[in-house]
């Protein structure tokens, strides 16, 4: 395995909404994006008191991309317009396809919003190609016992593996676009050797601890980008740390986003826009190009 190199380190901003804690490392200053990974929010972590509102995120529309949603602490509850609902505990993760048109809620179950407790959880948005934009909406809920964790460090760490493949073991969700993705926890000092096969663009934040990659000090809240010299990174633990990480093929289309909206387009957007207000994000949309 070539190691690959630290190319930069980027803070994630505090960007609250509401009365949820919020930090976002990408978009940021000059980092539009990590092709094809779009945008990360860390919400929490924070505590809620008994009889609390909740999350905010009440009905919205997407189309476009993906959205990976990541329950580190506490629950959600998901409903959309293509009939898909669950409430994924901590440890679990929700991937939505939004594909041509969907609308959902991410909110909390009625027992958080009586009862409250701790809250931490991670949103990714994954770009879709122009070829897979229009497919049908989808989507897979996942508890923390259906995430296999391989032993990593000689037993001092773990990757619990929500898509892709590592060490003979698959994910349980399958990406259209062969996206790599996990959470990867270390105990202070460990070190591991990642997998980040030349060519791919490679995501790593540190939602907790403090890491060393590739040498170069990390501290929580900041996303690390790696040059295209390597087929691994490198990574110690310099405290407990918890590190989101994947990797996937870059897409290299153009990226207009508009709200809820990403597409290749202007044009593309305003039909979004278009089609959202004639009421048509229904969950129905086309099957255009899965699996190829």
């Known amino acids: 395995m070539t190691l690959r190199s630290v190319a930069g380190i980027h803070p994630a901003l505090r960007d609250d909404i509401g009365d949820l804690t ?15 990974f779009l945008f990360l929010n860390h919400h929490g972590p924070q505590t809620y008191p008994p009889g609390n509102n909740g999350l ?22 998901h409903h959309d317009t293509g009939g898909h609902q669950s409430v994924i505990e901590a440890g679990g993760v929700q991937w939505m396809t939004a594909g041509s048109g969907l609308i959902h809620a991410e909110v909390s179950p009625p027992s958080f919003k009586e009862q409250g407790g ?22 897979t809920g996942v508890q923390a016992d259906q995430v296999p964790a391989v032993a990593l460090a000689d037993g001092r760490g773990s990757l619990a593996l929500v898509s892709g493949e590592f060490e003979g073991v ?25 997998p980040a096969p030349r060519g791919r663009s490679v995501f790593l934040y540190v939602v907790d601890g403090t890491a060393a ?20 990174i490198a990574v110690e633990a310099t405290g407990d740390v918890v590190l989101l990480f994947g990797h996937a093929d870059p897409i290299g289309e153009p990226v207009v986003a508009h709200g809820p909206f990403v597409m290749n387009t202007p044009e593309e957007i305003g039909q979004a826009i278009r089609d959202y207000q ?15």
């Not at 399958?174 to 996206?179: E, F, N, Y």
């Open 278 to 292: 004639a009421g048509l994000f229904d969950g129905t949309g086309p099957l255009i190009g899965v699996g190829g």
């Open 213 to 232: 990659v590739a040498g170069v000090t990390v501290e929580r809240w900041h996303l690390v980008t790696v040059a295209d010299d390597g087929d691994g």
């Open 22 to 36: 919020t930090r976002r490392p990408v978009p940021g200053p000059g980092l539009a994006h990590v092709d094809p």
């Open 118 to 139: 701790p809250l931490e959880i991670l949103q990714l948005w994954v770009n879709l190609p122009a070829r897979l934009k229009m497919t049908r909406p989808a989507y």
């Open 56 to 77: 905010p995120f009440g009905p919205h529309p997407h189309r476009g991309f993906e959205t990976v949603t990541f329950i580190l602490a506490g629950n959600l509850a």
């Open 170 to 194: 698959a994910g349980p969700i399958r990406s259209l676009t062969g996206v790599f993705m996990s959470i990867v926890c270390l105990a202070s000092g460990a070190r591991a050797h990642l």
